[in-house]
């Protein structure tokens, strides 16, 4: 069975400035990273599965709904970062290679980090959006509660994408 996805290949693109030849291959995956790694590590997996079985069952609705909305530029956006990582580099018998068209010349490694540097730092912007909203609405959401040593727990207050974690929460005054 496929995984479930909690937007669509056609909702990232008419939220991305990004090519309608890029192949529904690379854009799915890099839908279901932006969703399994990066939003899995918001919402928590307790909820993360919840929202998935409501969307296989029909039965979305609520706060739960309004989650999915909010989500949905920040899982745009994560997805662009995956995005330039795959259509930029395959791997095939040869090796690492990287992609190139007739047509077009490929971005220099500069260019490529700073192009994923700004999906990056735009993502944390709209996690820390969906974080706040999800900060704000706690009492409605007991999957944001569920601390399982086995799962994946709901992150709330670290909004900044950073390879160093120090430990503690940031941004927040206590």
């Given at each position: 069975?496929?995984?479930?996805?909690?937007?669509?290949?056609?909702?990232?693109?008419?939220?991305?400035?990004?090519?309608?030849?890029?192949?529904?291959?690379?854009?799915?995956?890099?839908?279901?990273?932006?969703?399994?790694?990066?939003?899995?590590?918001?919402?928590?997996?307790?909820?993360?599965?919840?929202?998935?079985?409501?969307?296989?069952?029909?039965?979305?609705?609520?706060?739960?709904?309004?989650?999915?909305?909010?989500?949905?530029?920040?899982?745009?956006?994560?997805?662009?970062?995956?995005?330039?990582?795959?259509?930029a580099f395959k791997i095939a018998n040869a090796g690492v290679i990287q992609s190139n068209d007739e047509h077009s010349t490929n971005a220099s490694k500069n260019d490529f980090q700073a192009v994923r540097k700004m999906y990056i730092d735009k993502s944390d912007v709209a996690k820390l959006d969906l974080q706040n909203f999800?900060?704000?609405?706690?009492?409605?959401?007991?999957?944001?509660?569920?601390?399982?040593?086995?799962?994946?727990?709901?992150?709330?207050?670290?909004?900044?994408?950073?390879?160093?974690?120090?430990?503690?929460?940031?941004?927040?005054?206590?």
């Amino acid at each position: 069975m496929a995984e479930q996805l909690i937007t669509s290949i056609k909702a990232i693109k008419e939220r991305l400035p990004i090519s309608d030849n890029v192949s529904d291959k690379y854009t799915s995956f890099a839908i279901y990273e932006a969703q399994e790694f990066d939003l899995k590590g918001i919402l928590g997996e307790t909820l993360l599965e919840k929202i998935k079985a409501d969307i296989v069952a029909n039965t979305l609705t609520g706060v739960y709904a309004t989650i999915r909305e909010r989500s949905q530029f920040y899982l745009a956006l994560r997805t662009a970062v995956h995005l330039t990582e795959s259509t930029a580099f395959k791997i095939a018998n040869a090796g690492v290679i990287q992609s190139n068209d007739e047509h077009s010349t490929n971005a220099s490694k500069n260019d490529f980090q700073a192009v994923r540097k700004m999906y990056i730092d735009k993502s944390d912007v709209a996690k820390l959006d969906l974080q706040n909203f999800l900060n704000a609405n706690n009492e409605q959401i007991p999957e944001l509660h569920v601390h399982d040593c086995d799962k994946v727990n709901a992150e709330t207050h670290s909004a900044v994408t950073c390879g160093i974690f120090l430990g503690g929460v940031r941004g927040k005054v206590l």
